[in-house]
């Protein structure tokens, strides 16, 4: 049997809309690495916050994904 994950801790009900809550942090990145994912960033037309939120995201599930397969 497969356990299903649910974060409710991720989720913020306000009036009809439902939103994942967001957490300012500062990080410290290498220059050359901002700088692709600056430029990462803009091709897609995304702000690097929200960029580097999808880059992380979908290395999580990757992570989960192999995970799962052990």
Known sequence: MQKEIV??????CRG????????????????P???QI?????????????YINLVLKAHLEDLEKKKQQQ
């Open 38 to 50: 600056q430029a990462l960033a803009e091709g897609e037309d995304r702000s690097l916050s929200s």
């Open 16 to 31: 009809d809309t439902v939103k994942p809550l967001k957490k300012s942090v500062s990080i410290t990145l290498d220059m």
């Open 7 to 12: 974060n409710y801790s991720i989720i913020s």
């Open 33 to 35: 690495v901002l700088e």
